[in-house]
């Protein structure tokens, strides 16, 4: 598996993820979270976890199992640790406990080292072996979210899980919380293997075009993104508009329907109703798994905008990017990380500044197409799943051998 990263993926990390496997080749790492499907987390496990067995590495995934008032609390969790106020009770706190206390059967706490993603599964460290197998194990806690301003009360209730850890990861130095533990930062990452980023055929490109009706005769504008306020889909609409005074162009907006979520519905009508009957304007909701369509319909577009607002890590970035697209995002979360600006892409700060950027990737071909090579190699060196696994390996060794004062690989 490694071999297929091979002229893809940087060298260096693929001799260190090697030499870092040499090390701990036998050992058991298992992962941990609560879904088995769905979500960025979920996707790179898929991978990551055959790929580090193959380096010898005693991988496993273990998912915890909870009842609808489990996950209730656990996404109430999730939007308070972004700043949201919601209310919680003992009783629902008592539970979240329950349901961790009887999945500690379903979960190897005796591996060398447990990654532990996010808080649904975070109170499994209190079943963390006292003696015997199991009791110098490594314990990490993976945190994926933005809790850089959470509900004060909800992240003391939460602090007292994740001190009991060795070590902390987070996605963005910003998200990061001060701790009386090992901290470390480690960006996410895409696949570039996966449908959602190999390289499509133009037969495959044209069918994707065919299916959804995209008009091939205009720059076509594209954003990939739940319909979610914070995503700003009528900010980009607005800075469509500006942009079609001037050039022809089509805006895609492509996104997953709301399932669970009562608040996507009302953004998608509002979308809707903003975009009126523009025919350039094309609405596409596409089902959870439909990674090779995303995949061409970003290799169509001439330019790609995550204009958000508010923002995790902002992966469709590092998605157009590894496509050459040049790209435009809002400077929230992950996305400066990702854009370096004038180098890689441009940030931007309003539907205006938005705008601007369109025109000038539309109307200045060169430099839309060196800025997209500059971001492809960005996301090469940075965003890959290889770096990603190349990290989990070194934060693993660097806590089962810290106090040392040398790392000799
Ligand atoms: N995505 C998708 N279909 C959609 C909308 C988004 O497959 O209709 C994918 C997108 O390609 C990316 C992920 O969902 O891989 C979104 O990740 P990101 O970090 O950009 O945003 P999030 O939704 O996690 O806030």
Redesign the pocket.
Known sequence: MIKEYSGIAPKSDLLLIQKLCDKLKGKSFVHVNSTREG??VA?ILHRMIPFLQEQGIDARWDVIEGDADFFDFTKKTHNALQGNREKFTKPMWDHYYEVNRRNRRNVDLKADCVLIHDPQPAPLIDFRPKSGRGRNNIWMWRCHIDISNPMPSLWSQLKKHVVKYDTAIFSVPKFAKSLPINEFIVT?S?DPLSD?NRDLSDEEIHAVGEKFNIPRDKKLILQ???F?K??DPIGVINAYKIVKKYNDCALIL???PATDDPEGEAILNEVKEYAGNDPDIII???P????KE?NALQRMSDVIL?KSIK???????S?AMWKEKPVIGGAVG?IPLQIVHGVTGFVVYSPEGAAFRIRQYLNDPVMARTMGQQGKEFVRNNFLLTRQIRDYLAVWYCSANKGKHMIEL
């Open positions: 979500g960025g996707e996410p895409i959602k990939v993104s739940r979610d914070f995503k492509a996104g997953s596409l909701l596409l959870p798994d439909n990674h995303i995550q923002e995790g890590f902002g992966l469709t970035v998605e992950g």
